[in-house]
């Protein structure tokens, strides 16, 4: 049977377990931002406040994750550009768009040059992080199990994006 005194070691040493990889993570590229000075647009913290939203900040500035299937960006699919909400670089266009069922908008390509990647270790695994080539902007992570021609899905966070929709012809 577990007592409450078991119970409270377990807890103390799962947390101090996860608190002793936190030195590593500081330095991880999910928690740090890409090194500013690589970066055509940049603002101090107090800045990028004024200018994003609370859930933009998280999300672009601290690599925050909107919940799954939150972005009314995941179901738009007209003729349009998917732009930084950061720096309104163009980012993807909607014929590289896709609905991969993940609950987040999906792409199979980038604009060429409009994004970066680093690698992110948190959470106990590796993937590679999309970021915004313009501002830094933590956009999503880009996965090998997307549909052809690529091969790619760019699973991108809604809230770190902005929908420009086509005009003319």
Known sequence: MLTRRDFH????????????????????????????????????DDEWKKILTREQYEVLRKHGTERAGTSPLDKTYAPGAYHCAGCDLPLFVSETKYDSGTGWPSFFQPIEKAVGTTVDRSFFMTRTEVHCSRCGGHLGHVFEDGPRPTGLRYCMNGVAMKFVPKTGS
Do not use: H, I, N, Y
């Open 9 to 44: 070691r377990a807890a103390t040493a799962v947390a101090f377990t996860l608190g002793a990889g936190a030195p590593a993570r500081a330095a991880d590229p999910r928690t740090t931002a890409p090194a500013q000075s690589r970066f055509e647009v940049m603002k101090t």
